[in-house]
Antibody, heavy 122, light 108 residues
C-alpha cells in the first residue's frame, strides 16, 4: 500500500517562494505506470489540480499556475517537490500530493497524502 | 476548462437510508472519465469510483456510480455510520483536470 506524506513550512511570506516535498513510501516513484501530482484546496473552495511529473522528468501543469510552478523529482529519495513562486494570500491552501494513474487516458488519483496547510502571510 | 457542479451542497440522511449525489459537467466528459472521492477531515481522500462506474479496490458494493456525458451520480445504497463525509467528483477527460466543490453528507 503506497503512502504519501507532504512536508515543508506552514507559513510563507508574500512574494516569496513556497517549497513542499512529498515522500513516497510502500512503492517506487520510478514506476512508469504513474504520474505524481500536486493538488490544493483554498479555504472554502474546491480542489485545484496544480500539475504532475513522471519519474523520467516530464511535467504537465495547470495553465492557471504554469508561469509560477515547477514540479521536480528525486528518484534516489523517492520524493517529488513543488515550487510555487511569487506567492500571495490567494495561495493560502491545503496542499496535497497524490499518485495519478498513467495508463491510457486514465488520470484519476488512487492514493493521496493527508495534506499540509500553507498560509501566506507577513 | 470543464466546470463540475455538485448537488446538493449538503445532504442530511440517517444510517440505513439511500444517498444520491449528483455531479454535472459544463461540457461532455469524454470516455466517462469521471471519478468520485470520499474525504474525511484529517484523512487523505479515498478513491471510490473511476470511469464513472468502476469501484476502486476494496470499496464496498453499497457504493455505485453511474452516468455519462454531462450528468453523473454516486449512490450509496444503505448508509453506514462511517459513510458520513464529504464526497467530491473529478473529471479527467480533458486538461486541466477539475473537481466539483463537494457534497457534505451529514447525519440527520
Amino acid at each position: 500500500q503506497v503512502q504519501l506524506q507532504e512536508s515543508g513550512p506552514g507559513l510563507v511570506k508574500p512574494s516569496q517562494t513556497l517549497f513542499l516535498t512529498c515522500t513516497v513510501s510502500g512503492g517506487s516513484i520510478s514506476s512508469g505506470d504513474y504520474y505524481w501530482s500536486w493538488i490544493r484546496q483554498a479555504p472554502g473552495m474546491g480542489l485545484e489540480w496544480i500539475g504532475y511529473i513522471h519519474y523520467i522528468g516530464s511535467t504537465f501543469y495547470n495553465p492557471s499556475l504554469k508561469s509560477r510552478v515547477t514540479i521536480s523529482v528525486d528518484t534516489s529519495k523517492n520524493q517529488f517537490s513543488l515550487t510555487l513562486r511569487s506567492v500571495t494570500a490567494a495561495d493560502t491552501a491545503v496542499y496535497s500530493c497524490a499518485r495519478q494513474m498513467g495508463h491510457g487516458g486514465s488520470r484519476y488519483f488512487d492514493s493521496w497524502g493527508q495534506g499540509i496547510l500553507v498560509t501566506v502571510s507577513s | 476548462e470543464i466546470v463540475l457542479t455538485q448537488s446538493p451542497g449538503t445532504l442530511s440522511l440517517s444510517p440505513g437510508e439511500r444517498a444520491t449525489l449528483s455531479c454535472r459537467a459544463s461540457q461532455s466528459v469524454s470516455s466517462s472519465y469521471l471519478a468520485w472521492y470520499q474525504h474525511k477531515r484529517g484523512q487523505a481522500p479515498r478513491l471510490l469510483i473511476y470511469g464513472a462506474s468502476s469501484r476502486a479496490t476494496g470499496i464496498p458494493d453499497r457504493f455505485s456510480g453511474s452516468g455519462s456525458g454531462t450528468d453523473f451520480t454516486l449512490t450509496i445504497s444503505r448508509l453506514e455510520p462511517e459513510d458520513f463525509a464529504v464526497y467530491c467528483c473529478q473529471q479527467y477527460g480533458s486538461s486541466p483536470y477539475t473537481f466539483g466543490q463537494g457534497t457534505k453528507l451529514e447525519i440527520k
